[in-house]
């Protein structure tokens, strides 16, 4: 099992393998493409850094994340400009999702205890976004939450939980705000 793949499944791993520096290096520079690009140029090369990206799917510039290929977004999707990807872990995003500008995915994590943080320890988690979400801007999700379908994620809110299909969720950290129909 590669580096990479222990960790995208949580597993402990060796940040500094000689394996993430050309993985990176390929990310950084279809990055620079696609930020240096007019919004109708850069799709060819959004699809060339994801893992997939459906039909009907738009990434706006700037985009950034650390290696793109653990990305996966459905069909109809609209992120907008500003969305940043820590995805030492899979993200995937589900059919028909609204993402606001600056939202940001976070799977990685630092310990709590300061010796192992020393050491550069991290543990990754997957994030999933279902089927017609929408996130409003300037959101954080956290590593291994799962947001539920036709969930709402207010602006501005800081999701460290699982929320639950027809749910709006706000604030920091995100709490229950109301059911939806």
Not at 63 to 77: H, R
């Amino acid at each position: 099992m590669t580096e990479f793949e222990k960790m995208q499944q949580g597993l402990d791993y060796d940040a500094l393998a000689p394996e993430f520096g050309p993985l990176r290096d390929s990310a950084f520079e279809l990055l620079q493409k696609i930020n240096q690009s007019q919004f109708s140029k850069s799709k060819p090369y959004v699809e060339a850094l994801l893992n997939t990206l459906g039909e009907n799917s738009i990434v706006s510039p700037p985009f950034q994340c650390e290696y793109g290929k653990s990305i996966s977004i459905g069909n109809d999707c609209f992120l907008n400009m500003g969305i940043i990807m820590l995805d030492n872990a899979p993200i995937s995003i589900g059919n028909n999702v609204l993402i606001g500008p600056n939202a940001q995915f976070y799977t990685p994590s630092h310990s709590l205890n300061y010796l192992e943080r020393r050491e550069w320890e991290v543990q990754c988690l997957p994030i999933t976004v279902e089927d017609d979400v929408w996130i409003g801007g300037n959101t954080v999700i956290c590593q291994g939450v799962t947001i539920g379908a036709r969930s709402i994620i207010a602006a501005g809110a800081v999701v460290t939980k699982d929320v639950e299909p027809d749910t709006l969720v706000g604030g920091m950290p995100a709490k229950f705000i109301k059911s939806l129909n």
